[in-house]
């Protein structure tokens, strides 16, 4: 069955810090890989995606994410992290059929 | 620029009551999605629909009902309420069903169901 793990639930970062969020997936294929950021009360905004390609990708805000095959791992990442990156983050896979999201990872930023 | 609208944004049902979420998108996609996150879950696609007149079953369909008679419109419908039923539910809608879709989200409809 397909699946998505995030396998960090809450991180807390001081601001001006460097991030990573993990995603690992499981799929026979390679899907195409999504992160999500959700700020409070609001709905989800996409931040990047993975088609194909170059296994780097860049999103909005300053945020990338590297595709590796070997690890089935899509992490997210942000060299200098601001308080306004606050928010829940979701990493996503399609299948082709379906959307899967992970559980989601809770970032809190202090000064 | 609306996007993808949902109403309302809070509501509180009694147990066995019934009442439909709405979901409206002006993009003219054709692909139309109704998801609920519980606390801890991520997002659980309930139903989706390809366009009008078409909709299918996601991972979590029982107790739920949509229909499609337009392009813009995806209401989903709790016949009975439960208190299982307790979530948020967001509305997304995409260009296209391909894998290279990009599903665009509502604000949310928060639901007590008490």
């Known amino acids: 069955a397909q699946s998505v793990t995030q396998p960090d639930i809450h991180i807390t970062v001081s601001e001006g810090a460097s991030l990573e969020l993990r995603c690992n997936y499981s799929y026979g294929a390679t899907p195409y890989l999504f992160w999500y950021v959700q700020s409070p009360g609001q709905g989800l905004q996409l931040l990047l995606k993975y088609f194909s390609g170059d296994t780097l990708v860049q999103g909005i805000k300053g945020f990338e994410a590297e595709f590796k095959r070997s690890q089935s791992s899509f992490n997210l990442r942000k060299p200098s992290v601001h308080w306004s990156d606050a928010a829940e983050y979701f990493c996503a896979v399609d299948t082709g059929n379906q959307f899967y999201f992970g559980t989601g990872t809770s970032l809190t930023v202090i000064p | ?114």
Not at chain 2, 60 to 83: H, I, K, M, Q
């Open chain 2, 1 to 114: 620029n609306a996007g993808v609208t949902q109403t309302p944004k809070f509501r509180i049902l009694k147990i066995g009551q019934s009442m439909t979420l709405q979901c409206a998108q002006d993009m003219n996609h054709n692909y139309m999605y109704w998801y609920r996150q519980d606390p801890g879950m991520g997002l659980k696609l309930i139903y989706y629909s390809v366009g009008a007149g078409i909709t299918d079953k996601g991972e979590v369909p029982n107790g739920y009902n949509v229909s499609r008679s337009t392009t813009e419109d995806f209401p989903l419908r709790l016949e009975l309420a439960a208190p299982s039923q307790t979530s948020v539910y967001f509305c997304a809608s995409s260009s296209s069903g391909l894998a290279k879709n990009i599903q665009y989200f509502g604000a949310g409809t928060r639901l007590s169901v008490l």
